[in-house]
């Protein structure tokens, strides 16, 4: 029997890989950052830096956030269990929660990057970066990168995206105190915004829309009506009503088309 044929984009470099191999695909992996998606963090960022500048965080440790826990919504997380003065294990946990959502990220991207011969604390190590951005912009492009080069090529990409906003966390944070209290509140609403935008273009399907859209209306109504419980709610109602929306239309589709047919 006849073996597939290799994919003509899973390339191989010829011959051992040199030091000044691994160093240009990792510059190659600092370019491919510079990208519309970036520029869409680095706003989202400048949020979080403000919002920690409000908590009572000091810069420090908002440079330090960034760079060892990266992912946004669990810095959010953090900083809301240390203004509410949550306990430490329970802030961890919540921290968590909120990252386990990237371990089918981890899962697909690892296998990518793997080669013969890679050390798996490298993949452990490049695992951190794993983030939405950085996952959607490795997907998209690593396939044409050679694969014993692919972890270089994604340390540049990763490391960049981490550097590149903890500089945007140190700025804004040192200028956020001269700012006027409107603008600084709006700087405060671009972390929300980057969240809801960016999960309304990635969903696939309308009852993700609908949740969505549910969700804003109904977050107020609860904050009014149950106060402390308000997202809960909002979320365990809307999500349940767009989920029974989306199931009773998919049933009226299919039954057009076997009446159709």
């Known amino acids: 029997m006849q073996t597939a044929d290799r994919r003509p984009t899973d390339l191989e470099t010829s011959g051992p890989a040199s030091a000044s191999d691994y160093r240009r695909w990792f510059l190659r992996g600092v370019r491919a950052s510079v990208s519309v998606p970036l520029l869409i963090l680095m706003s989202a960022f400048v949020g979080f830096a403000g919002l920690a500048r409000e908590a009572g965080i000091s810069l420090g440790e908002a440079v330090f956030m960034t760079g060892i826990v990266w992912a946004l919504p669990a810095k959010v997380v953090l900083i809301g269990a240390i203004m509410t003065g949550a306990s430490l294990p329970a802030a961890a946990f919540a921290v968590a929660l909120t990252s386990v959502r990237l371990t089918p990220m981890v899962v697909s991207i690892v296998p990518e990057l793997r080669a013969p011969g890679t050390r798996p604390v490298v993949l452990y ?32 990409l990763g490391g960049a995206l981490v550097l590149v906003n903890m500089v945007v966390v140190a700025v804004v944070y040192s200028v956020a105190g001269s700012l006027p209290p409107t603008l600084s509140a709006a700087l405060l609403m671009l972390t929300p915004l980057y969240f809801l935008t960016s999960l309304w273009g990635s969903a696939r399907e309308s009852a993700s829309h609908l949740a969505m859209a549910f969700g804003l209306v109904l977050g107020p109504l609860f904050h009014v009506l149950t106060p402390g419980f308000d997202l809960m709610a909002a979320g365990v109602v809307g999500g349940t009503a767009a989920y029974l929306l989306h199931r009773v239309g998919r049933r009226g589709r299919r039954r057009g088309g076997e009446g159709a047919a």
């Open 125 to 156: 190590l490049l695992s951190h970066f794993v983030a939405v951005t950085s996952w959607v912009l490795a997907m998209e492009h690593m396939r044409a990168v050679p694969r014993p080069m692919r972890t270089a090529w994604y340390c540049g």
